[in-house]
Nanobody, 122 residues
Framework: QVQLVESGGGLVQAGGSLRLSCVAS????????MGWYRQAPGKQRELVAG???????NYADSVKGRFTISRDSAKNTVYLQMNSLKPEDTAVYYC????????????????WGQGTQVTVSS
């Protein structure tokens, strides 16, 4: 079972930036799509961004132009660079992985991280 460990969350003022990292317990990036989800209190978990093993990406409309997902196979790490943060970005952010892209973007990945809290103050 692959383990995913997120880090980089914290408290930031609106307009600020954070970079989340997700490290996998083994080298999976050659064959796995990766994604970032978030869940705010009282809301359903939603896809923020996804990246295929080949590097193609997609984003939720709410974060396009502000967030960037990337991956570093040498470090077994996927990143989420978050700029121009807004209070509505406040949530627990989760890393996800699966060999099938459709499962990553469809909310049914094989692996989930434990989550990292992002809080944006106004």
């Amino acid at each position: 079972q692959v383990q995913l460990v997120e880090s980089g969350g914290g408290l930031v003022q609106a307009g600020g930036s954070l970079r989340l990292s997700c490290v996998a317990s083994e080298s999976i990036f050659d064959r796995n799509a990766m994604g970032w989800y978030r869940q705010a209190p009282g809301k359903q978990r939603e896809l923020v961004a996804g990246i295929t093993s080949g590097g193609s990406t997609n984003y939720a409309d709410s974060v396009k132009g502000r967030f960037t997902i990337s991956r570093d196979s040498a470090k077994n790490t996927v990143y989420l660079q978050m700029n121009s943060l807004k209070p509505e970005d406040t949530a627990v952010y989760y890393c996800a992985a699966d060999s099938l892209w459709i499962k990553v973007v469809g909310g049914r990945p094989r692996c989930w991280g434990q989550g990292t809290q992002v809080t944006v103050s106004s």
